[in-house]
């Protein structure tokens, strides 16, 4: 009974995880207006150290959801509970302009345990996009040197994911785990039309679209005992491709400003949202438990995926799926983890340093030219928690740049923090006493 109210107290935890997660936006990129948003880091405290990796990873103190297999590799006696937040700092430059913004956000939160022998669940929150951002952009009307148009670009919400997952050790070495999560959210984004001179008609877009869908991620992990000091894993990752159960709409509203009298349009697209396939495959060397090494690759099949978008051709509006929106996303990852005793009694010995860099390209076009590319680094250390009744826990800290442009576009650079407390209590130790 004792456990079952610990599971419970930890659910009733990410409740309020997931209102503090609905209720702000982690981002001020206007990168942010495109597609679904910007796609979230999923990944844990001990993850982001290095920089996401983790596809092989086999974690028995960690939860590593990036790969369900993973869950089958969970301690026997404990049960864990990750929560992590960030903050960062973004700097934004075109065309000799700069500007600084502030952002900090909850991340995730994420539980483990040992269900059964070879058999490991985990469930949690983690976020899938985000959408926030406002900006203006003021010019002088096409030869009119006295009357200048202003557009104003708005946006916020995203997509969140709960997801519940279970890995099992059905041979040997070799694992298989699959998560099945829950999609929702709000996505709300306009455009404002206005002018200097108050006798031209303005035009407003607004767009919205609601999400309730799941989603479906299995994994594979093999692990190769090379000697008594050095093993090999791989893991393997799929995602299920489908439509979101979204019917997102564009409302039009010209205004004429001498007489006040609007005229509104309204476009929906049904069903016109969808997640694209997802494959991933990663390599990780462990040596001697002290030393880990891995790179990840991944690839999201988003050209396969069409996107509503609104549209004037020959002076005739329209807002229909478009195929040549999205393009595929690749991502490399290379990183590791150093510790020099785990089980140690000295804490610096069990401290662990962390360092990984990754290359993204981009999920869609901006005006028919793909979006900006992603480069990022990053650094972490994983503090032991100790106590007079809990040694097992974990302070995850790690530090991130990550640097996106692309040629004749706005150009970002970020400098995040990640904060990931683990913490891992024997729930399942039997204590004997004489």
Known sequence: MNFYKKVLGTVALAVVCVASAVAQSGTNSPYSQYGLGLLSEQSSGFNRGMNGLGLAFREHNQVNFINPASYSALDSLTFIFDAGVSGQITNFSENWHKVNANN????????????????????????????????????????????????????????????????????????????????????????????????????????????????????LQYLFNLNKKNSLSVGLTYSLGHKLNSDPTCMVISTNTSTGVADTASYTVNNGLEIPSAYGAGVMWNHANRLKLGADFALQKWGSVKHPVYRVVDDVPSYSLADDYYSDRYKFTFGGEFCNQEMSRRFFDRIRFRAGVSYATSYYKINGVDGPDEISVSVGFGIPIINAINNRSMLNISGQWVHSAAKGMLTENTFRINIGFTFNERWFMKWKVD
Do not use: C, M
Request: charged residues 15%.
């Open 104 to 219: 900090a956000d909850f991340e995730y939160a994420v539980a483990a345990f040992r269900a059964f022998k070879h058999v490991g669940v985990s469930f949690g929150i983690v976020p899938y996009t985000n959408v926030g951002y406002n900006y203006s952009y003021s010019d002088f009307l096409d030869g009119d040197r006295s009357t200048t148009y202003t557009n104003t670009y708005s946006g916020s919400g995203g997509v969140h994911q709960v997801y519940l997952g279970v890995g099992w050790e059905f041979l040997k070495g070799l694992s298989a785990g699959a998560n099945i999560s829950y999609l929702w959210g709000d996505i709300d984004r306009s455009v404002v039309n206005s002018y200097s001179d108050g006798y031209i008609n303005t035009l407003s877009k607004y767009y919205t679209a609601t999400v309730s869908s799941y989603k479906l991620d299995f994994g």
